[in-house]
């Protein structure tokens, strides 16, 4: 679904949200981190995706920790 062109920018954007919660929910959180990257370069507003940009960075920080 990520690779067929959207039938608007609001479905792209849905649908670049939704992969990035699935990656984040399979522990690909650099991968999810990046694909909220590109949701908020579109749309900073979106959702709640600034949240969780945040979140995923202090985790990505928080492992590296390690």
Same mark, same amino acid.
């Given at each position: ?5 959207p039938?608007?920018?609001? @479905?792209?954007?849905s649908?670049?949200? $939704?992969?990035?919660e699935v990656? /984040? *929910?399979?522990?690909?959180?650099? !991968? +999810?981190? =990046?694909?909220l990257? @590109?949701?908020?370069?579109d749309r900073? $507003?979106?959702?709640?995706?600034g /949240? *969780?940009?945040?979140?995923?960075t !202090? +985790?990505? =920080?928080?492992?590296?920790e390690?």
């Open positions: 679904a990520a690779e067929a062109p039938s608007s920018a609001e @479905e792209g954007l649908v670049l949200y $939704d992969l990035a990656l /984040e *929910r399979e522990g690909e959180t650099a !991968r +999810a981190l =990046a694909v990257l @590109e949701v908020d370069a900073p $507003d979106y959702r709640d995706v /949240e *969780r940009i945040e979140q995923l !202090r +985790a990505q =920080a928080g492992s590296r390690r």
